[in-house]
C-alpha cells in the first residue's frame, strides 16, 4: 500500500496550514477506517480514498498534482509496504 502526500508543507511557507493524502483503498480494510478522515477540520488536510477503478481519488490525485495556476507539480509516494514494523 502506498500513499500520495501533498500540501503547503513541501513548499517554503512559514506556517504551512494543510497536507493531501490519497490512499489506496482497495489495500485497505474500510472498517478500520475512522468516520473523521473525510473531515477536513479533523484531520488537518484533505484525506482521499482512491480505488482501482476511474473515481473521486482519481480525480482528486489529478487536481492535487497541478497548483491553483493549472501548473504542475510534484507529489511525495510513500510505499507504506516497505516500511519496517518496531
Not at 9 to 35: N, R
Not at 77 to 82: D, F, T, V
Request: no cysteine.
Amino acid at each position: 500500500m502506498s500513499v500520495i502526500l501533498d500540501g503547503s508543507f513541501t513548499t517554503a511557507k512559514e506556517m504551512p496550514k494543510d497536507f493531501d493524502l490519497v490512499y489506496e483503498a482497495h489495500s485497505v480494510d474500510q472498517g478500520l477506517v475512522p468516520d473523521w478522515i473525510e473531515d477536513r477540520d479533523v484531520a488537518g488536510g484533505d484525506i482521499v480514498a482512491r480505488f482501482q477503478e476511474m473515481d473521486l481519488g482519481t480525480v482528486m490525485l489529478n487536481f492535487f498534482s497541478t497548483d491553483p495556476d493549472d501548473v504542475e507539480k510534484g507529489l511525495v509516494r510513500i510505499n507504506l509496504s516497505s516500511l519496517e514494523t518496531a
